[in-house]
């Protein structure tokens, strides 16, 4: 019979035998209306089904008796035999000569077994096993013929368990197994070196001793490489010397064999060692059936095959799944290639390969592709990749080496440290890079975004993982907007995803909430985490980073909307899985910060300072003094001293926060922008208004690039405020006009509202009161329909319209403006309540009134008299001497010549304030002994715009 009508054959057997009587009988039918010659044979074949002749099970020879317990071969005794297989036995013997006592592994030729070929082999694995010298080979140690002629080989006792049996009853996790794997590896790479293939590699020759300690055993049918006498065994027609389920498909062939059928077998062992189970999965176990299995079958991938399994619990299945899909599935796959050219070259090779997925590298089972070597690359960090304090460092790192053009220092950069060799795989995918031009982050960002969706479109979940990194690269160069887009392209990825990885859900939210919440949406970043509270809740102990990194921007976004209580919770939450679960020193000043914050919530400035003055000191004692992190502490540092009034410090904060990050994060980055801002404001605090000046015209420049017109009205706002204080009004003039058109909408309100009084102040000091008051009616319209409120903006406005109803000589007028503001508001010293002093001593000429006005004065300017409200006192003390200049010249004079220098002390540069006093000293130095009222805003105007 043929091979092709056998396989024929054994095929519909197989299938006909899995059927009921009814069933079969059909086929059959079928199967001789098409060739009933085929069908009498398949019939003929089934009858010995039922077959109960047991003649056949009586041996026609009866074997000769073998070796007994007790019973000496050469000078060893027989204690207990440990096994047997075709060939031979095994036994456990010591050695009964009186030269030395040693316990062996005896092993014997079957008796009565007399083919000649069995002795060659028994011989043979006597010249095998004395050329190899490994620790995990069981040693020859020693050889003979025993005195009736039967051959034995002493071998190396091992106490152990096979590899299965011992990697099951000690619970070893994967890469534990893999481990115990390796040393099996290195036992064959050897026999290899020495020109030996095994042939017969499979768990129950493996022995594994109670320290760990991996034995391979019987080299029975070894095969000397270097042998040209060496037989090929044609195992269709002869007998099989080898175990059929761990055999290479040139074995079953009966083909010639290399290095490469070790491979295969170790395949098989290395599969069964991950999964419990044998790759390919028969519907009737027959050596026909794994024969065609081993030679056409695919075996199914171990990750699939452990998730179909019953034998654990689902949790488990999942995640040792999970630990199998990827790199142990390639792994494994290229092993059992059916073709031995697409197997490892040996079994150094399958070693080296597993190595490298231990040590969290590529391995070469695997297509090096862009995403596969990023997501490598990124699990081999210690700093987790969600986390924006990661993507900065590597971020760091990428602009260092885009600055480095030439091919050989990358390489070079390449081979110090594996964070560099990942940068030179992502470098030479994008295409600039291949054409030797310089490879800025922006073209290496969007050449990742192409090639993901490239090639990425049939793999959501990696695709979503790509996504999300790129994202977080853009959080870090302050492309927000972009990010955004970025990753809601992520979210719908990963909502259609059926099963997405908790630490993909988790991740994928908390850098969504974390982009809403820097574009200015807190309550939107709360709505997006707030639903996953409950699987972040499941996974603390799986999943402790991520869940940490969750709990901090959801508490981040409650703080935002007010949610203090809720937020401390989640900090405190954060802080205690890193400190336990993570030892991550970084993140655990972030929440150290995050907590100070809340103090200044709550208004416990002194609290608040002391702990971001720690948190900044533990980070310069972790990662120096350049740390992105630092920047953040910085600016809180200075807001909490600005908050206490110490406006000098805070300024000197600030100021080291804006070079940071101009240094660390380049001078366009938000937070860059956002603390040019904050340093601006910080200088107008001081009067340092030439330094204010500049940095509102730096920001005025960026925003301009940008188009966006809130900040650019928020800039040319304080360039106008600056030019007023300069006392350059017609410059003033242009850029709050500017500010008031940007600012033309509800949303920009506050701005346009702040605009319009200050250039009502600087219209009114020009003498264009007509103009003023139209502007402060439109101030006025912006409060009544409620565009802008507040107690603040109404005492703003007037005290703006205060000033310039003095500005025009109308005392009274002024006075009643103020006095119902002033009636309602706090106690505490206010630029609305001098006015009001100042508007009644102007319009009062009764001597004992002015001395009443100026003794107020006096008090509430000793009040105010602290660094944070220092003008303010100031100005009172101004109207005082204004008020006692107007009873009493001389004694006015006196007070100004005292009050002057320290104006010019808190002013250097000059100011709205010091042209004030500028203006009512010149009128009390021209003032006739009696008292008349003052004519402010005609002495201003005198003396013009300068000091």
Known sequence: MDRARWQRISAELDALLDLDSAARGQRLDALRAEDPTFADEIERLLTHEETRDHRIDTPLVTAPPGPREGERIGPYRLDALLGEGGMGQVWQAERADGLYARRVALKLLRPGLADPTLRLRFSRERDILARLAHPHIARLLD????????????????????????????????????????????????????????????????????????????????KLLDDPQEPIEHTRTGLRPFTLHYAAPEQVRGEVVTTKTDVYSLGVVLYELLTGQKPYRLKRESSAQWEDAILA???????????????DTPAQRRRISRELSGDLDNIVTKALAKLPEQRYPSAEALSSDLERYLGGLPVLARGQSFFYRTRKFVRRQLWPIATGLGIAALLLVLLGVALWQRKEAIREAARAQALQALTVGLFENVDAARKGKPVDVATFLDAAEARGERELGLQPQAHAELLGAVASYRVALGQYPRAADLLERQRKLVAALPDAPASLQLDAVSLRGRVQRLLGDPDACRRTLEPLLGLASTQQAQLPAHVAEF??????????????????????????????????????????TDLAALSVDAGNYPDALARFQGALAQLHKIAGDRHPLAIDILRSIGVTQRAMGDITTAARSIDQALALSESLQGPDHPVTLALRAAAAQSAEDLSQWDKAQSLWQQLNTSAQTSNDSSDLARNWLGL????????DLERARSALQRAIRLSASPRRGDLQFSALLLEARASSERGDAANAHRLTEAAQKLLDDGTVHGNDAQQSLATTAAHVELDADAAEEAVASLQPLVAHASPKPSEAQALLLSAQARASRDGAELDRLRDQLDVAGKVADVPATRLLSLRFRLYAADAQCRNNPLLGRQRYDALM???????????????????????????????TPARRGQSSRANGSGH
């Open 297 to 311: 079958a695919e075996p199914q991938r171990p990750s699939l095959a452990v998730a179909r399994d019953e034998g």
């Open 720 to 727: 106008g405020r600056d030019a007023y204080e300069l006392g």
């Open 143 to 222: 050889a003979g013929i025993g005195e009736n002629g039967q051959p034995y080989l002493a071998l190396e006792f091992v106490e152990g368990r096979g590899i299965l049996a011992y990697a099951r009853e000690h619970a070893l996790d994967t890469r534990e197994r893999i481990a115990l794997f390796r040393q099996v590896c290195g036992a064959v790479s050897h026999a290899h070196a020495n020109l030996i293939v095994h042939r017969d590699l499979k768990p129950s020759n493996i022995l594994v001793s109670a320290d760990g300690e991996v034995r391979l055993l019987d080299f029975g049918i070894a």
């Open 551 to 592: 709990d901090s921007q959801l508490a981040r976004c409650r703080r935002g909307v007010g949610d203090r209580d809720g937020a401390q919770r989640l900090f405190e939450q954060s802080l205690a899985l890193r400190k336990s679960a993570l030892g991550d020193d970084i993140a655990v000043v972030e929440n150290l």
């Open 901 to 931: 220098p320290l104006l010019g002390s808190a002013q250097p540069e000059g100011g709205a304030l010091s042209r004030e006093a500028v203006a009512l000293h010149d009128d009390c130095e021209h003032r006739a002994p009696s008292p």
